[in-house]
């Protein structure tokens, strides 16, 4: 069977690299945003939208193009993203204003289409516990792309000004343009045959208890570590005296351990129910953090227990979240892609909604035991919605695991 049929299924390594430019068009060009700033005649803060705004219309998107791709297929929506992305890139590249540099941005934003509908054309190929593995793989690309793409976009800017790396982004999206035609083929085999009768079916997945349990699993879970990464640069900085370059590799840290677990649940998501890797991850996140907080309340104020007891953080957030991704998605396998998208909203969201608290409250006074104490909470927080759905599998099971 040819490659660009539209029928065949896409390699693993496909969904990873769609996966990766989703992460890396967030924050490959980070260096370069003060230059940006001078080069418009903007303060930084304006030049920063860029990030906000960005943020923002990702969540819009994936509660959108989760139920197109349930109706039209994924295979026609991630190609459009794909162009979409591709002309935004190249609109960043040529902007004259900050204007046209943020509607660029916008544009930029259809990438989402990589890690929200990538995540839905795993779980058509495969069931619960072989979409949980495969994801888990594909997590590990959500680990490794925040380190090294700032890395990348600060030689591009150092070596041929800020502009390259949107030249960078746009070769990208045109590359992955092509290897999506030739290789991304139609997984969403049944679809509904209008948008009506799509509709109808929403209220099957907004009214179950199970899909919102798993949702805010996901949610709070990733909420951790937005509350991490925004936080640790003034602990870093104003508690522990830390480098700049030093606070970036305490952030590595916890993507170190997400690494780690998202490669543990590729192991043995085929092998162990989800719902073990799913409370088991919020176990180890909880227990390895309250660990850290218990020496921090006793005094002891070092970088690094701090930064090693949240290092499991990250690895309970690879253990779990593979497995609550194919859970939400399993719920309503017809309606996997509207599953995917409003779950990944709800996690953009959270993150949105907790680094703007936890800039908020911490202080060089209360940050490194406030920022722990924080963390904990959500941590504990995620941890009931775990056993909130392994309750509901028992008292009422989905029909296949009824069988």
């Not at 996901?218 to 990464?229: K, M």
């Not at 677990?261 to 088991?280: C, D, E, N, Q, Y």
Request: with cysteine.
């Amino acid at each position: 069977m040819s490659r660009h049929d539209g029928r065949s299924a896409p390699h693993l390594n496909t969904l990873i690299l769609l996966t990766a430019m989703s992460v890396l068009s967030l924050n490959m060009f980070l260096p370069s945003l003060s230059a940006i700033a001078d080069d418009f005649g903007v303060d930084y803060a304006v030049a920063n939208l860029s990030m906000g705004a960005f943020l923002a219309v990702t969540v819009v998107l994936q509660v959108i193009i989760g139920p197109l791709s349930d109706r039209y297929g994924r295979r026609p929506v991630m190609l459009i993203g794909m162009v979409v992305f591709t002309l935004g890139s190249v609109w960043c590249f040529w902007a004259q204003d900050i204007v046209g540099f943020l509607a660029g941005r916008m544009l930029q934003a259809a990438g989402v289409v990589g890690i929200a509908l990538s995540r839905a054309v795993v779980r058509d190929m495969h069931g619960p516990k072989e979409a949980a593995s495969m994801l888990g793989y594909i997590s590990m690309v959500m680990a490794i792309a925040p380190m090294t793409g700032p890395t990348i976009g600060g030689f591009l800017h150092e070596a041929f000004g800020w502009r390259s790396n949107f030249a960078v982004y746009g070769l990208i999206g045109a590359g992955l343009l092509w290897l999506t035609w030739r290789d991304l083929g139609e997984t969403n085999t049944n679809r509904a045959a209008t948008m009506g009768e799509q509709f109808v079916t929403y209220p099957e997945l907004l009214k179950s208890r199970r899909f919102w349990g798993y949702a805010l699993c996901s949610s709070l879970s990733v909420g951790a570590f937005y509350i991490y990464i925004t936080g640790i640069v003034l602990v870093g900085v104003a508690v522990f005296g830390l480098r700049p370059t030093t606070v970036g590799m305490t952030v590595g840290a916890i993507a170190v351990g997400f690494s780690l677990g998202s490669f543990l649940s590729g192991r043995l998501a085929k092998r162990v129910p989800l719902w073990t890797l799913m409370i088991g991850g919020r176990v180890v996140g909880l227990v390895g953090l309250s660990v850290g907080f218990v020496i921090v309340l006793a005094g002891f104020v070092h970088p690094v227990s701090y930064v090693g007891a949240v290092i499991f953080v990250g690895l309970g957030n690879g253990l779990t979240l593979p497995s609550t991704n194919s859970g939400a998605m399993s719920v309503r396998p017809k309606l996997a892609g509207s599953a995917s998208g409003l779950s990944g909203a709800m996690s953009v969201a959270m993150g949105a909604a907790l680094t703007s608290l936890t800039g908020a409250v911490l202080t060089p006074e209360n940050g490194a035991v406030l920022m722990m104490a924080m963390m904990v909470a959500v941590i504990a927080a995620s941890l009931l919605c775990a056993l909130y759905v392994r309750w509901l599998d028992i008292v009422d099971p989905l029909p296949e695991e009824a069988g």
